[in-house]
Nanobody
């Protein structure tokens, strides 16, 4: 069992930055892949980024490549999403998720989810 708690969201102007955190409980955090997804009002949940438990390889949606960076600190049971050069279209609730499937961009393959943190980008 893994419990996830996101934090770090907020209101920011376009071009600004935030650092989202995903704190996990449990001693097996380092064996899970971590994904970040987001959901805007009226839209489906979409993949943002993922970092694998093995070799910490990371993946990004095309819309965030070069602007967002995913990382993890297994000693702290925490994953991070550094979001830079924010745009109004990045406004959404951001969720972190943990799972063991290699299908990293499919939200249905993740086993555990946090409650989400709101990111609002003003123009």
């Amino acid at each position: 069992q893994v419990q996830l708690v996101e934090s770090g969201g907020g209101l920011v102007q376009a071009g600004g930055s935030l650092r989202l955190s995903c704190a996990a409980s449990g001693r097996t955090f380092n064996t899970y892949n971590i994904g970040w997804f987001r959901q805007a009002p009226g839209k489906e949940r979409e993949f943002v980024a993922a970092i694998m438990w093995i070799r910490t390889k990371s993946y990004y949606a095309d819309s965030v490549k070069g602007r967002f960076t995913i990382s993890r600190d297994n000693a702290k049971n925490t994953a991070y999403l550094q979001v830079n050069t924010l745009k109004p279209e990045d406004t959404a609730v951001y969720y972190c998720a943990a799972g063991k499937s290699p299908d990293y961009n499919n939200y249905a393959q993740y086993d555990y989810w946090g409650q989400g943190t709101q990111v609002t980008v003003s123009s």
